[in-house]
């Protein structure tokens, strides 16, 4: 596996990509020094991740270039917890490795080694006398020893006569426990301090200062006496050279680009910009540099980022904004505290309507709690003021609602004022809040749809796409199955909204029918109206739109669809737009045209209206009693239908007055409802009198009369806002009938 992934350090100077190599050079020569009468020790100072082992195998690297080669030993003090096991294993590398180099004198070599190393190894006995030193010891266990000062004399002689130098690596000594940090300097200055040889440690200074320190003593000045102990051993200490920002963002990003090309993800071709002027790949190299550099300090985190990448890219491909997750995972690997609370607070990050934010204001709580946290996470964890300033410039790339919210934090992207959630889902952006889970989780909710099975609807027709739609639906639920098509509207084609078109309007028995006024404006049918009218006006030419038009009424499934679709097709051509219920994108139609469709929808409508009244054995005021006497009295009369409204209805209420009589009269009043409550019909409006006055004169009065009696009428016993009973809808009928001016002819609807 590329070292670039598991961590390896680097082995190959020509992929130093932080400008150590010459160090490195320069370190090699400084272990071949003339040989002095002691070892030359050589500590490599660096914090974890900042790339002391690659230093190390550039070092190695260059003295296998230099004449004569060295004897390398390298000691893994990791491998050997006891101080035992780390000495026998430096004396047999040391035994065989020079041994190869005085050739006949390397068995007496081996034997002088064995004799000296034997008393410090008592544990260790096997065999007969060899290059393995672990195997010599017993050999020699009942030999009359000649002193420890004699055996060092013979070893350092041979090394001396060897005319070899021995380099001996120790790396991640920071790593090891307090005991076998001793040990290894024990080593090194005690036990093998011999000629002719040099050691190469490489550690974090402070640790071992620190974990030295306590060994000798408890003062609160161990770190301080570990290091004057560390001064008496480490003759040439050398602080690695740092990385600069500029070259660890260049090698950070190279790696992320490497992930993106692995998923075959061109940052500026798979996705638009999130911000319209900008690249994705601006974007991203921008607030990556500002949000990153303060906490990109080593290789490793670099390296861990890029991990990161590799994992998270493949499981959520095609399914999220690939800079947005390129900047989350910063968060996660460079400000863990902050990624933790960002993915448990939905709701401080995302908005459902950013232009109503952004116009109307608002968010002071939630940009107050969302302060707060930050302030916490920041004291708690000892973010300094440059990494505050950073991850802020991180969440404000991802979050435009922050923006908005609080006008101190100036962002430097731009552009984040245009955004609306259309736009944003379009991008699948983290800040909308179809996608925020995405990018915590690694996956789609199981209650969702991917992009991956919504996209394959969008590009389907005829009966296949109508049962995507309802599977979609039973899914996502259908606003939320709208919404999303909503979204989408910018990037489909013309064929597409023909097909889509012809999709809706057939899945109209799926949207839930208005139950109150709140539900015409807001409710999920009026949200599928709006839809299926925006694909009508994105038809190309009159001739087209009208004949598409003419159709509407003959929605398969649910009259209130069409009757729904017929009253806003009328609002648009009086221009009659509200507050709740905004001007729909404008039909290339002129007058004429305009005439045409409502005078046939009208009349299809009617026509419908009065084939389900039929096929239910009902009158049509009792089978649409909401929408009736805009049937009955308004479209009715105005067409050459016959019969007409009171021959169809009269046969009805003389057959039944005591029950048609008063259901005839609720059908004709006026649709109320309160708040969210379901609809009602109040009592009847002064034209709605009219109109019946002039549609069948004395003939209705007659038959209230006959079921209210012959008492006399004062007035109407109930308020406008309340549903009238039967006997008070009876009482007001005839109060208006007795008491009310009949109007001039054109002042009747």
Same mark, same amino acid.
């Given at each position: 596996?590329?070292?670039?992934?598991?961590?390896?350090?680097?082995?190959?100077?020509?992929?130093?990509?932080?400008?150590?190599?010459?160090?490195?050079?320069?370190?090699?020569?400084?272990?071949?020094?003339?040989?002095?009468?002691?070892?030359?020790?050589?500590?490599? /100072?660096?914090?974890?991740?900042?790339?002391?082992?690659?230093?190390?195998?550039?070092?190695?690297?260059?003295?296998?270039?230099?004449?004569?080669?060295?004897?390398?030993?390298?000691?893994?003090?990791?491998?050997?917890?006891?101080?035992?096991?780390?000495?026998?294993?430096?004396?047999?590398?040391?035994?065989?490795?020079?041994?190869?180099?005085?050739?006949?004198?390397?068995?007496?070599?081996?034997?002088?080694?064995?004799?000296?190393?034997?008393?410090?190894?008592?544990?260790?006995?096997?065999?007969?006398?060899?290059?393995?030193?672990?195997?010599?010891?017993?050999?020699?266990?009942?030999?009359?020893?000649?002193?420890?000062?004699?055996?060092?004399?013979?070893?350092?002689?041979?090394?001396?006569?060897?005319?070899?130098?021995?380099?001996?690596?120790?790396?991640?000594?920071?790593?090891?426990?307090?005991?076998?940090?001793?040990?290894?300097?024990?080593?090194?200055?005690?036990?093998?301090n011999f000629s002719n040889t040099a050691y190469l440690l490489a550690f974090d200074e402070e640790m071992v200062a620190r974990a030295i320190g306590e060994v000798f003593t408890t003062s609160p000045n161990a770190q301080s006496d570990g290091r004057s102990f560390l001064?008496?051993?480490?003759?040439?200490?050398?602080?690695?050279?740092?990385?600069?920002?500029?070259?660890?963002?260049?090698?950070?990003?190279?790696?992320? /680009?490497?992930?993106?090309?692995?998923?075959?993800?061109?940052?500026?071709?798979?996705?638009?910009?999130?911000?319209?002027?900008?690249?994705?790949?601006?974007?991203?190299?921008?607030? &990556?540099?500002?949000?990153?550099?303060p906490r990109l300090t080593t290789p490793r985190v670099a390296i861990r980022y890029a991990n990161a990448v590799r994992f998270s890219v493949p499981l959520l491909l095609d399914e999220i904004n690939p800079v947005d997750l390129l900047l989350v995972e910063a968060i996660?690997?460079?400000? *863990?505290?902050?990624?933790?609370?960002?993915?448990?607070?939905?709701?401080?990050?995302?908005?459902?309507?950013?232009?109503?934010?952004?116009?109307?204001?608002?968010?002071?709580?939630?940009?107050?709690?969302?302060?707060?946290?930050?302030?916490?996470?920041?004291?708690?964890?000892?973010?300094?003021?440059?990494?505050?300033?950073?991850?802020?410039?991180?969440?404000?790339?991802?979050?435009?609602?922050?923006?908005?919210?609080?006008?101190?934090?100036?962002? *430097?992207?731009?552009?984040?004022?245009?955004?609306?959630?259309?736009?944003?889902?379009?991008?699948?952006?983290?800040?909308?809040?179809?996608? &925020?889970?995405?990018?915590?989780?690694?996956?789609?909710?199981?209650?969702?749809?991917?992009?991956?099975?919504?996209?394959? &609807?969008?590009?389907?027709?005829?009966?296949?796409?109508?049962?995507?739609?309802?599977?979609?639906?039973?899914?996502?639920?259908?606003?939320?199955?709208?919404?999303?098509?909503?979204?989408?509207?910018?990037?489909?084609?013309?064929?597409?909204?023909?097909?889509? &078109?012809?999709?809706?309007?057939?899945?109209?028995?799926? /949207?839930?029918?208005?139950?109150?006024?709140?539900?015409?404006?807001?409710?999920?049918?009026?949200?599928?109206?709006?839809?299926?009218?925006?694909?009508?006006?994105?038809?190309?030419?009159?001739?087209?739109?009208?004949?598409?038009?003419?159709?509407?009424?003959?929605?398969?499934?649910?009259?209130?669809?069409? /009757?729904?679709?017929?009253?806003?097709?009328?609002?648009?051509?009086?221009?009659?737009?509200?507050?709740?219920?905004?001007?729909?994108?404008?039909?290339?139609?002129?007058?004429?045209?305009?005439?045409?469709?409502?005078?046939?929808?009208?009349?299809?409508?009617?026509?419908?209206?009065?084939?389900?009244?039929?096929?239910?054995?009902?009158?049509?005021?009792?089978?649409?009693?909401?929408?009736?006497?805009?049937?009955?009295?308004?479209?009715?009369?105005?067409?050459?239908?016959?019969?007409?409204?009171?021959?169809?209805?009269?046969?009805?209420?003389?057959?039944?007055?005591?029950?048609?009589?008063?259901?005839?009269?609720?059908?004709?009043?006026?649709?109320?409802?309160?708040?969210?409550?379901?609809?009602?019909?109040?009592?009847?409006?002064?034209?709605?009198?009219?109109?019946?006055?002039?549609?069948?004169?004395?003939?209705?009065?007659?038959?209230?009369?006959?079921?209210?009696?012959?008492?006399?009428?004062?007035?109407?016993?109930?308020?406008?806002?309340?549903?009238?009973?039967?006997?008070?809808?009876?009482?007001?009928?005839?109060?208006?009938?007795?008491?009310?001016?009949?109007?001039?002819?054109?002042?009747?609807?």
């Amino acid at each position: 596996m590329s070292s670039h992934l598991t961590d390896h350090p680097e082995s190959n100077p020509d992929r130093d990509s932080f400008n150590r190599h010459k160090f490195a050079q320069r370190l090699a020569r400084m272990l071949l020094l003339p040989a002095t009468t002691n070892s030359l020790v050589i500590g490599l /100072y660096g914090k974890w991740g900042e790339g002391k082992s690659t230093v190390l195998h550039f070092v190695e690297h260059e003295l296998k270039r230099l004449e004569p080669h060295p004897v390398v030993i390298h000691l893994n003090p990791w491998r050997f917890p006891q101080e035992e096991q780390l000495l026998l294993d430096f004396f047999n590398q040391l035994a065989s490795s020079l041994g190869k180099s005085l050739k006949k004198k390397g068995e007496r070599f081996a034997e002088a080694v064995t004799k000296y190393a034997a008393p410090m190894i008592p544990t260790f006995s096997l065999g007969v006398a060899s290059t393995d030193v672990g195997k010599s010891l017993q050999a020699f266990g009942g030999i009359t020893q000649p002193g420890i000062e004699e055996l060092y004399q013979r070893v350092n002689h041979f090394i001396a006569e060897a005319k070899c130098r021995v380099v001996v690596v120790v790396d991640d000594i920071d790593r090891l426990e307090k005991q076998q940090i001793q040990a290894v300097f024990r080593l090194v200055k005690l036990t093998a301090n011999f000629s002719n040889t040099a050691y190469l440690l490489a550690f974090d200074e402070e640790m071992v200062a620190r974990a030295i320190g306590e060994v000798f003593t408890t003062s609160p000045n161990a770190q301080s006496d570990g290091r004057s102990f560390l001064e008496k051993i480490i003759q040439f200490p050398l602080r690695l050279p740092r990385a600069r920002s500029s070259d660890l963002l260049t090698f950070c990003l190279a790696r992320v /680009y490497e992930a993106l090309q692995e998923n075959d993800i061109q940052l500026d071709a798979k996705i638009t910009s999130l911000h319209s002027s900008q690249p994705n790949a601006e974007r991203f190299a921008q607030a &990556f540099r500002q949000g990153v550099i303060p906490r990109l300090t080593t290789p490793r985190v670099a390296i861990r980022y890029a991990n990161a990448v590799r994992f998270s890219v493949p499981l959520l491909l095609d399914e999220i904004n690939p800079v947005d997750l390129l900047l989350v995972e910063a968060i996660n690997i460079f400000y *863990p505290e902050v990624h933790s609370y960002v993915a448990t607070h939905q709701d401080v990050f995302t908005s459902q309507n950013l232009q109503i934010l952004r116009t109307l204001g608002g968010g002071a709580e939630t940009n107050a709690e969302l302060e707060g946290a930050l302030t916490n996470i920041f004291a708690d964890h000892h973010y300094t003021l440059e990494s505050q300033a950073a991850v802020r410039t991180l969440l404000k790339a991802l979050f435009p609602k922050l923006v908005i919210l609080a006008n101190n934090w100036v962002t *430097p992207l731009g552009d984040s004022d245009t955004l609306d959630d259309g736009a944003l889902e379009r991008r699948r952006a983290i800040t909308s809040p179809r996608y &925020f889970s995405r990018y915590f989780s690694y996956s789609v909710a199981s209650d969702d749809v991917t992009d991956q099975e919504f996209n394959a &609807f969008l590009q389907a027709d005829g009966a296949n796409q109508l049962g995507q739609f309802r599977n979609l639906t039973e899914r996502l639920g259908v606003p939320s199955a709208l919404t999303r098509i909503e979204y989408r509207f910018p990037d489909l084609s013309e064929g597409q909204h023909r097909a889509l &078109f012809t999709c809706l309007t057939n899945a109209a028995g799926l /949207y839930c029918p208005p139950r109150s006024w709140d539900e015409v404006t807001n409710g999920e049918m009026s949200q599928a109206i709006k839809l299926v009218l925006h694909l009508l006006a994105s038809l190309p030419g009159a001739n087209e739109q009208v004949t598409t038009a003419q159709q509407l009424n003959d929605t398969p499934g649910s009259f209130e669809f069409a /009757y729904l679709v017929n009253q806003r097709l009328h609002q648009q051509f009086e221009q009659r737009p509200s507050f709740w219920q905004p001007a729909l994108p404008k039909l290339a139609l002129a007058p004429s045209d305009w005439k045409q469709v409502l005078a046939s929808n009208a009349e299809s409508l009617l026509r419908r209206a009065l084939r389900e009244a039929d096929s239910t054995c009902m009158p049509l005021y009792r089978s649409k009693p909401f929408w009736a006497r805009k049937l009955m009295l308004t479209i009715w009369p105005k067409l050459n239908v016959s019969p007409g409204p009171a021959a169809y209805i009269l046969p009805f209420l003389q057959k039944n007055p005591t029950t048609e009589v008063v259901a005839f009269l609720e059908a004709c009043g006026d649709l109320a409802s309160g708040n969210d409550a379901p609809f009602y019909l109040t009592g009847l409006g002064v034209n709605t009198f009219d109109q019946l006055r002039t549609l069948f004169g004395r003939t209705l009065y007659e038959l209230a009369r006959s079921q209210f009696g012959l008492e006399p009428v004062e007035g109407v016993d109930f308020r406008e806002t309340e549903e009238p009973t039967p006997r008070q809808r009876l009482r007001q009928f005839i109060w208006l009938f007795e008491n009310r001016h009949m109007p001039e002819p054109s002042a009747v609807e």
